[in-house]
């Protein structure tokens, strides 16, 4: 019995670092750096206050480290390294408020101000500046990445 929570272990920590992995690649290496372009945009041409908060971009890079940090202790784990639950469970904690803090800051104050301040041209210039590095995703893409398959499968599972 103890083997199969051992294995469980295992399996809850290779699904964890596919999540880890997934949002590095797509979250902090297209998504944050698409709302960055945008961003910057509006500070260079639409904005009027010179001290207008960079909030958004520090959040961003606040994230890449978290998930750095959680990333390694998963992989810890995955050595068999032994960490404490609560110190696992508090990392985890941290981050998921962390993320879900921001998307809350995106979402009621960071989109409203971009939706009312661009204008249709804005959008179509920001659209082809980012255009050439405009990769697909690689979980909710066309096509599952063979690394997110298992995350795939069991996304769909609990949709069922
Ligand atoms: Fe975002």
Same mark, same amino acid.
């Given at each position: 019995m ?9 399996n /809850?920590? %290779? ?9 590095s ?5 297209q ?25 958004l ?10 998930? &750095? ?6 992989e /810890?784990?995955? /050595? ?7 110190? /696992?469970? &508090? ?8 993320q =879900? %803090? ?6 009621k ?7 009312q301040?661009?204008t ?5 210039h ?23 398959r ?5 996304? =769909?599972?609990?949709?069922?």
């Open positions: 103890l083997d199969g929570l051992h294995q469980e272990h295992i /809850m920590a %290779r699904l964890l670092r596919d999540v880890l992995s997934y949002l690649e797509v979250s902090d290496r998504h944050h750096p698409k709302e960055d372009v945008i961003y910057d945009y509006y500070l260079k041409y639409r904005c009027q206050d010179p001290d207008m908060p960079t909030q971009l520090e959040e961003h890079q606040k994230l890449i480290t978290a998930g &750095a940090e959680l990333r390694e202790l998963v /810890m784990i995955l /050595m068999d390294a032994v960490i404490p639950q609560d110190q /696992m469970a &508090a990392k985890l904690e941290q981050f998921i408020v962390l =879900q %803090r921001h998307l809350d800051y995106e979402e104050e960071v989109f409203p101000l971009l939706r301040s661009l249709e041209d804005d959008w179509r920001i659209e082809q500046s980012w255009h050439n590095s405009g990769a697909e995703d690689p979980l909710f893409g066309h096509q599952v990445a063979e690394r997110y298992d995350l795939f499968e069991r996304l =769909q599972h609990n949709h069922d």
